[in-house]
């Protein structure tokens, strides 16, 4: 049995990740300070023995202290906010949680000598010029505008770990992960798999961005935690970027209408003005994720959707039967 922390555990990925490792019988130390994670996600892991979890900030240096993060074995640093809506809302937040908070992971894992891994972003590649986009891409980012204390936060996290590594020798990897969904995402998250699914089922209209041209390739969470999985278990990514995602492309416009029909839904497409800096295409390549540890999604995105409707069809039921309880 394996001790592992998971920062931004009352997250999206976080919460799936760490039910994940506890199934695989590992003792979970969860952190988060709930800034967009929500304690529902947290309420089922706590029933049980192996999971502990801890309100704390880690861009707060006492976190060091914390008597729980001894003997720790590996460390999964997911804790940021992730949906543009939320991290424009906190930028300096968000800029302090990837680069504070990375560091004092790292400081961590270095007095632990534990195994380390970054939850960087595609957004490292900003608007991309190069298409799909392999690893040796440097980016298009714009650091003057919405997206920048996310994005540049982010590539700066990397850089924190490629010093660390270097200099201290730390087991440091980082992913950059593409576009990830399933239900677990907030209602409210304003990313786009969410609000398509909340509004397909709420019979609200859909609303699409832009002309819905722009692309996007979307990987069901499954695939993702066990990639991560497999990334923290591999010797050969230490020291190295991978991009992690679903390299099937999809337009916004063609994702709107998979919703509106798998959810049977008489929701009308409607089309709102492009947010600023808003990528026009996003598609990882993963051939450095089969080589380095042989994986590749296997859910495509219909199966995944069916799944994700039926999840967020189910709470909204609920809901409703408390409200008529009530
Ligand atoms: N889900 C995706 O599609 C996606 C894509 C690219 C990158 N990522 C990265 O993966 C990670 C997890 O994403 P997610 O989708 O689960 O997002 P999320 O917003 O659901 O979860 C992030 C969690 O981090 C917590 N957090 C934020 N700042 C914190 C701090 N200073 N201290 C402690 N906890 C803090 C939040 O409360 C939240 O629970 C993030 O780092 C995100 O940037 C996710």
Redesign the pocket.
Known sequence: MKKIVI????????SHLAQELIDRGNKVIG???????HEENVMELLRHENYTFLK????DPMVLELDELFAIEEIFH??????PK?YQEAPF?TI??NTI?TKNMLDLAYREKASFLY?????AYGDPEIHPQPETYRGNVNTWGPRAC?DES?RLGEVYCYEYFQRYQIQAKVVR?????SAG??ND?G?VISNFVTQAISGEDITVYGDGSQTRSFCYVDDMVSALLLTMKSEQATGQIINLGNPTEYTILEVANLVKRLNSSNSKITFLPLPCDDPKVRRPMIDKAKRLIKWEPKTSLEEGLQKTIASYTEKRMEVQEKVVQS
Request: hydrophobic letters at 35%.
């Open positions: 920062t931004g555990a009352a997250g999206f990925l976080g952190i988060d300070n709930f800034s967009t994670g704390f900030d880690v861009t997911l804790a940021s906010p992730a949906s939320f937040e302090a949680a908070g939850t960087s972003t595609s957004e996310y982010k992960l593409f576009n990830t969904y995402l907030r998250d990313r």
